[in-house]
């Protein structure tokens, strides 16, 4: 397409934006105009205009100091600025709350593969090279006298039209290996082929051991962000195939009964958000945890322990393996069950623990009574014995004349035992028998 042609399009495609986002582009060229420097919207704020797909992620990069421009547009909007220097990025919070990045165009070097880089300002074309994939190496000019004008010296447009994946150069993946994890969810985000070269890069640099390099927290974000897009068991698959799941623990390869489970997550989760929408379920970790339902303790320990994970990341992963899977077979078996039984096998479970079990309950089962036993044993305790409580404490336990102790909570929970199960029905009743049962411990 012609570029006067091109540039009317990006202009139109400017105007999809939000208009008090277009409002603010236009200032902030003017305000580059004024300091005769040049202004441009990046990275996948533009893939996505061109996509027609909704992100308001306004990246900008400034032909000079992005960070002397921050600061002279926080000054004339009254806008919070935090800066961080060492990537000569800013980043502006408006008072209505926008968010606008701003980096300086910078050629990078990499001092060692898999490393942070090093930065040098440089041209928005070099800038541009420094990127991931064509699609997302595209920028569009804000200045006025270029508005909309599109900058795509390495064909992003094209590939986008052509669905396809491509990285700048050879050296894409090594300079940063998380670009492998990047590829992958690209690729599946928007249904694009990876063009044969780089499917090749992206084959060699699996193979070696880029990867390991990566710290835990790079590493974990990398896997978190494939798990929250829409299909992350094809995302799992492709890091099978490409034997990338080692870089979390050697011993990880899911075989039939984790496909299994991972084909039912989606309904799992489907169900979940429909009736218990309260309840809170982290999606990415909940996948990571089916991911990880048929290893060892050890190996979940470990993968953990490489990813760095927080203190309540690794309180559910914790129960991703043998522990959930028994809690299901019990809640799907024949077996009477007290409502108090159920309630002490589930009551310690994140949320995401308990949806596991859900998922493995409709895997394991093979008969349909067994998960309708199931799904209604979890609906009891979802919706009505998880909010039990008793309503004496520990300080009714002290006006009977007990001392505390380890006794405190043996009958604290046999009172919540009692309520569960029907036996205590009214708080006078719960008292009689919280004195009785105080009397047996004095
Ligand atoms: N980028 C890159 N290499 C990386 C990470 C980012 O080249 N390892 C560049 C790409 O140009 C990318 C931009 O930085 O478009 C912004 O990165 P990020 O916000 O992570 O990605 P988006 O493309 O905006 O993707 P998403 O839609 O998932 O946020």
């Known amino acids: 397409m012609p570029e006067m042609a091109t540039n009317q399009l990006t202009r139109q495609l400017l105007r999809r934006l939000p208009q008090r986002i277009v409002q603010l582009l236009r200032e902030l060229g003017r305000s580059a105009d004024e300091k005769g420097i040049g202004l441009y919207l990046v990275g996948g704020v533009v893939r996505d205009l061109l996509l027609n797909r909704r992100n308001w992620d306004v990246d900008l990069t400034v032909e000079g100091d992005g960070i002397s421009f921050a600061r002279q547009v926080t000054n004339r909007y009254g806008a919070g600025l935090a800066l961080f220097e060492r990537f000569s990025t800013a980043r502006l919070v408006f008072p209505d709350g926008l968010k606008v ?69 050879g050296r894409s993946f090594v300079d940063d290996p998380t670009r492998i994890f990047r590829a992958i969810r690209f690729a599946e985000r928007f249904g694009f082929r990876i063009e044969p070269d780089t499917a090749r890069l992206l084959a060699r640099a699996s193979r070696t051991n880029l990867v ?82 048929h290893t060892s303790a050890p190996v979940i320990a470990g993968t953990i322990q490489r990813l760095q994970l927080s203190a309540t990341e690794s309180r559910a992963l914790e129960w991703a393996g043998e522990k959930t899977s028994r809690i299901a077979k019990i809640l799907s078996s024949d077996a009477f069950l007290r409502p108090s039984q159920i309630y002490r096998l589930l009551s310690r479970l994140p949320n995401e623990a308990v949806a596991l079990v859900l998922a493995k309950g409709l895997v394991s089962s093979s008969k349909a009574v067994g998960i309708a036993r199931l799904k209604r044993r979890l609906t009891r305790f979802l919706e009505c014995d998880r909010l039990t409580t008793t309503t004496i404490s520990g300080d009714t336990l002290k006006e009977f004349g007990l001392r505390p102790g380890p006794h405190f909570k043996k009958i604290l929970d046999r009172l919540l035992d009692e309520r569960l199960d029907g036996r205590i029905t009214a708080a006078a009743e719960e008292r009689d028998r919280a004195r009785t049962l105080a009397k047996q411990y004095s």
């Not at 001092?111 to 064509?134: H, I, Q």
């Open 101 to 169: 990045d701003i980096a300086s165009t910078r050629r990078e070097s990499y001092a060692d593969p898999a490393a942070l880089p090093d930065v040098m300002t440089g041209s928005v074309e070099e800038d541009l090279f420094r990127r991931d994939f064509t699609i997302n190496a595209m920028a569009i000019q804000l200045n006025l006298a270029h508005w909309g004008a599109l900058r795509d010296p390495f064909g992003g447009r094209e590939d986008l039209k052509d669905k396809t994946l491509r990285v700048l150069h």
């Open 212 to 293: 390991a390099r990566l710290s835990g927290p790079r590493l974990a974000n990398e896997i978190f962000a494939l798990m929250k897009e829409e299909h992350p068991d094809a995302a799992i698959r492709r890091l099978r195939r490409l034997r990338l799941l080692r870089f979390l623990h050697p011993r990880i390869s899911p075989g039939i009964q984790t496909e299994r489970l991972l084909a039912v997550l989606p309904q799992t989760i489907g169900a979940w958000e429909r009736r218990w929408a309260e309840l809170s379920l982290d999606r990415p970790l909940l996948w990571v945890m089916a991911l990880l339902a």
